[in-house]
């Protein structure tokens, strides 16, 4: 039968035990199964193209011939692929070093923006500011008329508040305030005993705000709060200044200026010496050397009195501070946004638990 095949078949048939021995790993075996039997240009193949050309009296005896000859093949190529795939299970298994440490599951770790209002928390704690929770959907009574954000005030327009259409009077709430007016009126009843009143409100609110590197519709603050006798300016600033250290580095420097909020009187905005550059001037304060962070004052009598507090009695200071811009300025990163997509290379960058 075999003078039937060419002769380059009959030198490739003599050749192929000895080369499939000399195959040595899987890439190179698969080398040899496409030169064989491959479905194009391989012998197999071009044998096809002959079968399909011969004259119609020899089809018959030189299909059989090559049907033989690509069978035996077909079956050696199967023996030899399944003894490397074994050799290679086998190197593997020997390669493994059951000394060495497992592989760590990667690791989770707390949203960046949390760890900055965890760590301002633990900074406020050791002065005896606990934690106050509010709910994100408030009422306008919270949100704004316990307060003293009186009816015509622009932040109450629908185009600035989000409010609950099914739901007359209650909207997403616009800053952390409202959680004075719940505090207050909770912890009225212990002010005598407790001689006071201070905690820290850090969580979630939302204003009408197009999405852009600096506005969210969705950000977080911080709200702090402290109540007591004979309050005045000089405690809030000393301690802004002790907490705004502890969280920028003790060379910071705070300066108050003069602003205005319904619920506090006097009301003030504070900056920090910038410290990415030392106040010398950078991208970051926009070469002022100075970088708001923060509103405060002192808590206006009216929010006192509508939570049945007796402003003749207590006094006490209010701040409340952008969690984002915050942690913009400290990761100097530009775009807000970053916070938000949850992309894992940022959150990384950002660094893990500490
Ligand atoms: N609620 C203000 C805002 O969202 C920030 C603020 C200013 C809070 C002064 C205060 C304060 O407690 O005293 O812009």
Wanted: hydrophobic share 40%; glycine share 10%.
């Amino acid at each position: 039968m075999d003078q039937l095949l060419p002769p380059e078949i009959a030198e490739a048939e003599r050749a192929f035990p000895e080369a499939l021995a000399a195959c040595r790993d899987l890439d190179a075996f698969l080398r040899l199964k496409g030169a064989y039997v491959g479905r194009e240009g391989s012998y197999v193949a071009r044998l096809m193209d002959l079968l399909k050309a011969a004259p119609k009296d020899q089809k018959r005896e030189l299909g059989a011939a090559i049907n033989a000859l690509k069978n035996a093949w077909e079956e050696a190529l199967k023996a030899r692929q399944a003894e490397l795939e074994a050799a290679k299970k086998a190197a593997g298994a020997a390669a493994w070093d059951p000394t060495l440490p497992p592989p760590l599951p990667a690791r989770g770790a707390l949203h960046p923006l949390n760890r900055l209002m965890d760590r301002l928390v633990e900074v406020f704690r050791p002065l005896g500011f606990h934690v106050e929770e509010g709910p994100e959907v408030e009422t306008e009574e919270h949100n704004f008329d316990g307060l003293n954000i009186p009816a015509d005030h622009p932040a109450r327009g629908s185009a600035d508040t989000f409010y609950l259409a099914a739901h007359p009077g209650q909207l997403l709430r616009t800053h952390t305030s409202p959680v004075q007016v719940r505090t207050l009126r909770k912890l009225k009843a212990t002010i005598h005993e407790k001689g006071g009143i201070r905690f820290l409100a850090p969580g979630r609110v939302y204003r009408k705000d197009e999405i852009d590197p600096t506005h969210s519709p969705m950000f977080h603050q911080v709200e702090g709060m402290l109540v007591g006798h004979g309050i005045g300016m000089q405690h809030l600033k000393g301690t802004l200044e002790y907490a705004l250290r502890a969280l920028f580095g003790p060379a910071t420097e705070i300066r108050l200026r003069p602003s205005y909020f319904p619920f506090v009187e006097p009301g003030c905005e504070v900056d920090v010496s910038c410290p990415l550059c030392a106040a010398k001037g950078c991208r970051v304060c926009k070469g002022s050397g100075w970088v708001e962070i923060l509103g405060a004052g002192l808590i206006h009598p009216n929010v006192l009195e509508f939570a049945g507090i007796d402003s003749k009695e207590w006094s006490g200071w209010a701040f409340g501070m952008g969690v984002e811009r915050m942690a913009m300025m400290l990761s100097q990163t530009p775009d807000l946004r970053l916070f938000f997509e949850n992309d894992q290379r940022f959150l990384e960058a950002m660094g893990g638990l500490d």
